[in-house]
Every structure is written in C-alpha cells, then in structure tokens.
C-alpha cells in the first residue's frame, strides 16, 4: 500500500508540474487553433439557416490563380532554401568536427554569428548591402566600373539569401553536434578494413546521423515556410509567401476567414513534415542504441 | 613471413614552439607469427606508435617497413594492417554480420564466399550464432570478439590491438586475451598487442617493448624483462621491486649499514640498488644482513607478502615462503641473494650472493 500511494504521489507531483504550461497550451493554441479550423468548414450564420458543413472556402482558395501561385511559391522557396542550406552547412559542419586547425574556431563562430541577430535587423542589414545603390553596387561601380549589378532585393532570391544565412547557424549546431556523436574510432575502423573517405562518408557517417539530419530537414522546412519578417520586407509584391499573404489577407483585405483558411491549409501542410520529426524523435532506437 | 619493423619512427605534436614528442626514435622489430606488446604508462606515446603503423597518424619521421616494404606513404585503407580498438569500435548501424562482411564486400567477394568467410570468422570467436544480432545487443565482450573477428576475416598481414581488453571486467579480461592468444598461435598471424597492464604483457607476449615518455626501454622476453631490467624505468615498472640508494667504493657497494659484494667494473659512485621482493632470505646472523620490524602480513597462498620497516633503509616489500614463522611487530634479519646495481644510464651489474 505504502509503495502504491508514494506512486501515486510521484504521479500526482508530475502532473501538476506540466499543469500550467499545458493549460496555456490549450487554453491559447489548440482551442482557438481548432475553433479556427472548424470555422472554415462551417457555412456561413444566416438568419433562419442551420450552419452546416462545407469545403468551398478551399474550393475557392483553389480557384484563385494568385492564391494558388502564392502556395507554390512558398513551396518552391522553402524546397530551394532547404536545399541550398544543406548544400552550405554539411560541408562546413564536416570541416568543423574534422578539422583540429585553429581557423576551425574562427569559422564556428562565423557560422553562428547569425543566431544573435534578429531576423528585421538582417533585412535592413541586406538591403543596405545587397539593394540597389546599396553597397555590392557602389562597389562594382566604383572599383570596376561595372554597372550590370542585379540586386536581389524584392525579388525571389533575396528572400532565399536571407533565409539561408538566417538559418546556417541552427543547421550547423545540429548537424555537428550529430556528427560529434560519431566517434572517431568508428571512422578509423572503416578506413581501416579498407573503405575510402567517400564509402566512409556514405555508408558509416550519413546512416549514423540519420536523426539528427531528419530533424534539421523538418524544423527547416516548417521554420521556412512559415517565415514571415524576411518575405515581407525582401520579397517581391508577386507572388507573396504564404506568411506574408496571410497577413495581408487579413489587415488589408480584412477577409478574416480567407486568412483562416490560408492558415489551416499551410498548418496542414506544415504538420505533414511536423509528423515526420514526431516519428524521428520519438522513434525507438529499437534493435540500436 | 609477415614482419614489421619500426625505423627511428618519431611522432610530435603540438606548435613548432612548443613541441610535444609523442614517439621518439623508436626503433622495434616484430618477427613472423610473434606477439609483441608494447607496454608503458598512460601517455607514453604506445597508441601513437600503433596509430602509424595502421596509418591513422603521419610520422615525423623514421619509417614502418612490412616484409622490408615501406608503407608510411599508403592511407590506412591500403595498408596490409588491422586494428582492433580499446572501444567505440563497431558501427551500430549494422548488423554483426555486416560489420564483419564490410571489409570484404569493399573486396568484391563472391556472396557466398562473403558468407562462408564471415560464418568461419564468428565461429573463430565463439558467436557463431550472432550474426544478426546489432551491435548494442551484444555484452562489451562479445562486441570486442566481433571487432577481433572483423579484423581477422580480412586476413592481415599484422594485427594491431590498442588495449583492446582495457574496458571489460578483469575475468572476461583474462578470458578473452588467453582466446586471443590461441587464435593468433593458431593462425600464425603477427601481431603487436598494446597494453598498459604489465601482468597482460609478462602473460602474453613473446617479447614486450617497455615504452617510457615516447622511447624504447627495452625489447625483450617477459623473462628477462623481470630478471634483468635494462633501465630503472623498467626495473621500477615491471614487478615490485625495493629501490634502494647505495654507495660503490672499492669492490663494496655500502646500502644502509651493510656492505655488500659489487663488479669490478662499477665505478666508486652513488648507485641505485634494486631488490625484487622474492630475491630475500630471513638469517639468523647479523652478518651482512639488515634488520627490521615487520608491519605487516598478507598470506598470498603459496607465500607471504611481508612489509618490513628497517631504520637503515625505510619500508621494504618482501616475499617470504610460508614455513618460515613471523609475526606483526617482530624484528626480523634479512639479507637479499640477488640484486641490481644501476648506475648513470648504464645497464645494471647482477649480483648473486
Ligand atoms: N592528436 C594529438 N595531439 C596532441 N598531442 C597528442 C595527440 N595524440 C596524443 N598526443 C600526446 O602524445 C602522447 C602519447 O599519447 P598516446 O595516446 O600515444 O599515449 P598512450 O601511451 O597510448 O596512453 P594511454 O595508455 O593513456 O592510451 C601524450 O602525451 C598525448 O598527450
Ligand atoms: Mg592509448
């Protein structure tokens, strides 16, 4: 009996040690959040109707060329940006758990220098640098004498510049911790039986951090698609992401459920890759630990 | 006919200012089908020597000659070597019967070559049915088999073993270096085995090399690595041994109040006095013979470790049959029957009374 209420206890302290925050979490996200999601299934309140149930707010997201460019456009950024941060951050991130040069420190805190500055000061900071007049141009103008400089600023690659330095810091510090994880004697002893650097690299270092590389993939992408201060400010007009749509959506347009339905059709979308980091986090290590 | 020669092989870390010789001027010599150790303290550069010969670490100089072929400029997958580590060693992402067919899938064996090779290897070590098991359902010592395995099934010139036991509990310890043992007899294969336990080296070596600071003491049988160490280093090393301080004057090394016989050939010079504890008998005469209270007594079986205080020359390890009768507290005479005089860097004279 003694050993059954000192369980009980125990069980009772951990609930009520995870009480606030998962009352806040209802209470401010998933109630409103699933009010919001039945509320673009529902028809609209008329006087003497029932509300019954219907997709045509999605319908009619569809059939809107704008809307439907701006999703793929969101897309299509945050597959590009993904894409370019992995090709920047794996070859860093191997030359900082590998590397034992002195350079290597220097390159590690470059690497994270972006996590310290904010999103809006990394805006201004690239349209002084990269904008028309900015200082890329005046450079090319003044030193070379070259005027053909194209600035990226309101157009799709400067959302996708931005984006990426935004993001290095946070891939790095995962992907290396991740590789920190394999051990040396690991990779010596491929070498070892006879495995060059890239069987090395392929069939005992990528299998080996599988995990940590699914999770920089998911929070990535979901980070990118749902960006919202660097699209704006960068971005161009056309197409907009969906981040930068939602908003306007509903401050400029005042259509509050469009907006709605914008945003439980990105959520669905966000929660399809959410789903695949649950399954890698929580995924047993099973037959390896 | 494998053999393995280490060649002035030099390894030093750290800046140009501030150096750190981790292997210096080392020079060994491992014959066909021997089992050499190396042994030395913590830090005394036996990794690093292991790690250039598998071609883990670049040299600063010297050379690594296998069948007198340099390989210093081959990668460590090219090298005829294979290396069994202290831990961390096999991938986890594969199976036990895939971490030992890695090797020689990179080969391009046939598959049922593959399988037969990797089937007689497991059964080499004794876990013929754990194929299909992953690494982290194995115990640590059966992990270590399947790295010793893995190694073996490709068939090396030379196995390289860096303290390969040094994680496992002291039985499994000893059980699993005796099968080692017989597996290398067996197969005749060359092997350098690194170690930091003197009892593993005297117990499975056909020579030991004695490492101190990144340089050879000395390479020798276990034997005469205990009966006749080279260097005090080695002396104090291996096995207990009494380091006394004497004086050599004429034909008479003085150690405390006694004078005992030395060579002719020592000069008259403050000398080191090594006594290994068994090298003692109890007498009655105070004939050249110190005299000291014992401390304390431990039976070890067939013989009794005695601690001996004596005014002349402080604490004394001794090793005394069991018929003799002694107790705690009791002044006891004794004199050694056989003992080393170093002098300088020298190797010792042995003196036999
Ligand atoms: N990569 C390295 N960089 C700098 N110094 C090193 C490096 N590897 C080893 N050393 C130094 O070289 C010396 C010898 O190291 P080594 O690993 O060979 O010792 P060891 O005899 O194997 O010791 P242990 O029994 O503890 O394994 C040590 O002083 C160590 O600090
Ligand atoms: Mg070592």
């Not at chain 2, 081959?74 to 202290?86: L, S």
């Not at chain 2, 000893?174 to 005297?202: P, S, W």
């Amino acid at each position: 009996m003694a050993t059954r209420s000192r369980y009980l206890n125990t069980l009772f302290a951990g609930y009520a040690l995870i009480a606030p925050p998962l009352i806040i979490l209802v209470l401010l996200i998933f109630y409103p959040a699933g009010q919001a999601i039945v509320r673009t299934v529902m028809t609209d309140q008329e006087v003497g109707i029932a509300a019954g149930l219907t997709l045509d707010r999605y319908f009619n997201f569809f059939a809107d060329p704008i809307a439907r460019s701006n999703l793929w456009f969101t897309i299509w950024v945050t597959v590009v940006t993904t894409a370019l941060l992995f090709l920047v951050c794996f070859p860093l991130s191997l030359y900082l758990r590998f590397s034992s040069s002195r350079i290597a420190g220097i390159v590690q805190v470059l690497a994270l220098f972006p996590l310290f500055v904010p999103g809006v000061i990394l805006a201004f900071a690239l349209i002084r640098y990269l904008g028309p007049r900015g200082t890329v141009d005046t450079f090319l103008r003044i030193v070379f004498n070259y005027t053909g400089f194209v600035t990226p600023y309101l157009k799709p690659s400067g959302i996708i510049f931005a984006l990426v330095w935004d993001h290095i810091p946070f891939t790095v510090l995962v992907l290396t911790a991740g590789l920190r994880q394999v051990e040396d004697s690991v990779i010596e002893a491929a070498r070892d039986v006879g495995a060059s650097g890239l069987r090395v690299f392929f069939q005992i270092v990528l299998p080996l951090i599988q995990r940590p590389l699914l999770i920089v993939f998911c929070l990535n992408m979901i980070g990118i698609f749902g960006s919202f201060t660097i699209p704006y400010l960068l971005g161009p007009a056309a197409p907009q992401m969906m981040g930068v749509y939602m908003q306007q959506t509903f401050t400029d347009y005042l259509d509050r459920s469009g907006a709605e339905t914008q945003a439980v059709l990105s959520f669905l979308i966000c929660s399809v890759i959410g789903a695949l980091y649950v399954r890698t986090v929580t995924r047993r290590r099973g037959e390896r630990a | 006919m494998p053999t393995l020669d280490l060649i002035n092989l030099r390894k030093q870390f750290g800046s140009v200012t501030n150096p750190v010789v981790a292997v210096n001027d080392l020079n060994i010599n491992v014959a066909d089908g021997e089992f050499l150790c190396i042994l030395g303290p913590s830090g005394c550069g036996k990794s690093t020597a292991l790690r250039m010969v598998a071609g883990f670490e670049e040299p600063s100089g010297g050379d690594v000659q296998i069948d007198q072929q340099s390989i210093i400029n081959m990668p460590p997958n090219k090298r005829p070597t294979a290396m069994v580590f202290q831990k961390y060693t096999l991938w986890p992402h594969m199976k036990v019967y895939d971490n030992i067919a890695f090797g020689l899938k990179l080969r391009h064996l046939p598959k049922n070559q593959i399988d037969q090779e990797v089937q007689a290897s497991l059964e080499l070590v004794g876990l013929g049915r754990y194929g299909d098991r992953y690494p982290a359902q194995l115990s640590g010592g059966e992990q270590q088999r399947v790295a010793i395995a893995r190694a073996l099934v490709l068939k090396p010139k030379i196995l390289l073993l860096d303290e390969p036991f040094s994680n496992l509990d002291a039985l499994l310890r000893v059980r699993l270096r005796e099968e080692l043992r017989q597996i290398q007899r067996n197969l005749k294969i060359t092997a350098v085995f690194v170690t930091h336990d003197q009892e593993e080296a005297l117990s499975l070596a056909d020579r030991i090399a004695v490492m101190s600071k990144g340089e050879l003491q000395q390479l020798d049988k276990p034997a005469t690595i205990y009966a006749r160490p080279k260097t005090l280093f080695v002396a104090d090393f291996i096995g207990a041994m009494n380091m006394l301080d004497g004086e050599v004057n004429g034909g008479v090394v003085k150690v405390g109040n006694q004078r005992l016989p030395s060579p002719a050939e020592c000069v008259a010079a403050p000398a080191k006095i090594a006594i290994r504890p068994e090298d003692v008998i109890v007498t009655q005469t105070g004939e050249g013979a110190w005299h000291g209270r014992i401390t304390q007594v431990s039976d070890l079986g067939h013989y009794r470790k005695v601690f001996v205080q004596s005014p002349d020359l402080g604490m004394l390890k001794l090793y005394l049959p069991k018929s003799i009768e002694i107790n705690d507290g009791e002044m006891i005479t004794f004199k050694p029957t056989r003992f080393l005089i170093f002098q300088g860097p020298l190797p010792p004279f042995e003196v036999k009374l």
